[in-house]
């Protein structure tokens, strides 16, 4: 059942996959933790009240799973144009204005994959914080696990953003993705660390 490639893969010398990639893997393991609170939870008695909008949670986390599944691949083939930028040569003006407009190019992507990896972490946080509140205690801590996950998904995939940015001339366009970055690890990385403290008192 363990996806040893991908762990190979990771763990070699190669640029792909790298932490934006694992970023995306990791949220999509918390979207699929979060997940199985729910598929506990609904059909029992005791949760009747919260079922029907644990059933629209899982069918969110689904979709989620798979698009953060998805990104794994996109963050490979966003980093694969940048890493052809970097290796251009740079020895007179005209090949150093085309290595610099190639990079500016690939850096759009570069960023633009690892925030939606953010953005979907977000939703997963969204939820599990619903999960860990209102399904199954059984698996309460299972919920906490997802959230820590899914931050630790969301703060990974943020360190590509800021990365990226640094190297961007549009310096408009590099503040909007910084300021997304920061928000989003602002407002939900916090909700996430509640979650956990929450499962914390409730499994101790």
């Keep these: 059942m363990v996806n040893r490639a991908f762990i190979d893969a990771l763990a070699s010398k190669d640029p792909t996959p790298g ?15 979060s997940s199985m609170v729910g598929n506990l939870t609904v059909g029992k008695k005791k949760y ?4 029907a909008d644990v059933i ?5 986390l689904a979709a989620l799973r798979e698009r953060l599944l998805e990104l794994i691949d ?3 083939e966003a980093f ?28 759009v992507d570069a960023c633009e994959v690892p925030l939606e990896i953010m953005r979907a972490c977000a939703e997963v946080i969204e939820i599990t914080e619903f999960m860990a509140a209102e399904g199954s205690r059984l ?7 997802a959230a820590a996950f899914a931050k630790a998904a969301l703060v990974g995939a943020s ?13 408009d366009r590099a503040a909007a993705y910084r300021a997304e970055a920061d928000e989003l690890i602002d407002v939900w990385g916090d909700r996430a660390e509640a979650t956990i403290e929450l499962v914390m008192q409730a499994i101790k």
């Design 74 to 76: 996109e963050d490979a």
């Design 159 to 171: 360190f590509n953003v800021y990365i990226n940015v640094a190297s961007m001339d549009d310096a």
């Design 139 to 145: 698996a309460v801590s299972d919920a906490g696990v």
């Design 56 to 60: 629209v949670s899982l069918e969110k």
């Design 48 to 51: 009747a009240a919260v079922e």
């Design 80 to 107: 694969a144009p940048l890493a052809r930028a970097y290796s251009l040569p740079k020895a007179t003006p005209e090949e150093q204005a085309a290595k610099n407009a190639a990079l500016q190019e690939a850096l």
């Design 19 to 33: 932490g934006g990639g694992a970023s995306a893997y990791c949220g999509a393991l918390a979207s699929a933790l």
